[in-house]
């Protein structure tokens, strides 16, 4: 899994620090709430969490009502993105449909697919510091509850009010 974080770490380069670097920054992807391409540039400067997500993944949808939930309860101090991934844009779409997120879903392009590489299962979750640097990684459904905690330690805020039961 450490080649995860170093593969991360690469796409969050600055671009130009090595030849070959690839900067998730320098991509546009396809948004899924509606027919704009998203610059990820305009996500530099704000603690992120990515999140792989995939149709028919029901952890996923678990994963994404979480994230809806600290967006809220966490005052917008951090910016969850949702990337859609092995589907086709129609099958994205529903799948977006369904988990209805309040935050950015954007469709993976087959550029990033590919240096990627196979993802080890969904939701997979990346913690990235608002001066883009790769915190940690996470791999699977995690409750908000258990989500929050790790949140305010990796970013260094404290979210307004602590959540009731959560799933």
Known sequence: MRAWLALITLLFAPAGATEAAISLYDFELRSLAGPERINLQQ???KPSLIVLVEPDCPWCFRQVRALNRLTSECSQQFQPIALGINGSRKAL???YRKLRPEFPMLQA???L???LGETPG???SFLIASSGE???WLRGYVSDKKLQPILER???FKCESALGTAS
């Open 93 to 95: 779409l529903a799948e």
């Open 113 to 115: 697919q590919q240096v």
């Open 109 to 111: 392009s087959t550029q």
């Open 43 to 45: 996500f530099k400067g």
């Open 154 to 156: 990796s970013f260094d």
């Open 134 to 136: 790769p915190l940690n």
């Open 122 to 124: 969904t939701p997979f």
